[in-house]
């Protein structure tokens, strides 16, 4: 009945980025189904691109010029093609783990890439998880690639210092991953592919300038509004919908 998900779009679009505009028109839906959600004291808990799908299937090919012959096109050309969705409408699903804001919450939620440190560090976990996902959803969108690409814990949260700066002291509570006020890392990394790879990860603010020719810098704010550590400092939907990322008039360049 609907289109396919934006992480199968990704997938067959060779994992190629979406421009920024693209980005913020989904972006909007999304935390505008967010809001709708959380005004009914819902916690969706599960937020990721495959359960975000476009709403219908069709998709225009356009030049992309910055892939050159190693991919489907021939040398000669010296371009390739990429996906570019004709409608940028997307509809939220699975709520199979959605639960009420009044039930129990002592258990783990949301997929490992997405889930916020609050779920990984136990301190439970509310409406912020949500708009957690919503962040990394975002960088994801707009670099082409899951923003923490692991299945570790103490890994995971070491990766979001790398990326987002020091977890605050208050919230270093997990004596499991926490040794003498610190992350006990690299002492307890599982191996030196896993030191490699949270080393050669860039703090938010390059990662984004990597990927974005223009407001980047609405996005980047966005972003760390939404990445906030401390869950009770996190944007909630409704202020994220009033940031400047998505107010600010912008000339849309699909």
């Not at 998880?129 to 990394?136: E, F, K, L, N, Q």
């Not at 810098?217 to 990445?227: A, F, S, T």
Request: glycine letters at 4%.
């Amino acid at each position: 009945m609907l289109g396919p998900s934006l992480y199968d779009f990704l997938r067959k679009n060779n994992y190629r980025l979406f421009s920024v505009d693209l980005v913020r028109e989904l972006g909007r839906q999304l935390l505008e189904c967010v809001a709708f959600m959380h005004d009914l004291l819902l916690i969706h808990t599960d937020l990721k691109p495959e359960n975000m799908l476009l709403v219908s299937p069709e998709y225009a090919k356009i030049p992309d010029y910055k892939v050159y012959s190693f991919m489907s096109c021939s040398p000669m050309e010296g371009t390739c093609y990429k996906r570019l969705p004709k409608s940028s409408a997307i509809k939220v699903i699975d709520f199979g783990s959605t639960v009420y804001e009044h039930q129990d919450r002592n258990y783990i939620v949301s997929t490992r890439h997405y889930r916020a440190p609050e779920v990984i560090l136990g301190l439970g976990w509310s409406y912020p998880c949500d708009i957690w996902s919503v962040g990394c959803i975002l960088v994801e969108l707009c670099s082409g690639e899951a923003l923490f690409q692991t299945h570790e814990n103490l890994e995971h949260l070491v990766m979001m210092e790398k990326v987002l700066g020091p977890l605050p002291q208050h919230i270093r509570h997990a004596e499991k991953y926490v040794k003498r006020g610190r992350l006990d890392w690299p002492e307890d990394a599982t191996s030196r592919e896993s030191i490699k790879a949270v080393l050669k990860l860039p703090c938010l603010q390059n990662l984004v300038m990597q990927h974005v020719d223009h407001s980047a810098w609405d996005l980047i704010d966005q972003l760390q509004g939404l990445l906030k550590f401390d869950p009770c400092s996190r944007l909630t939907a409704h202020q994220a919908l009033r940031h400047p990322f998505f107010t600010r008039d912008h000339c849309l360049r699909f």
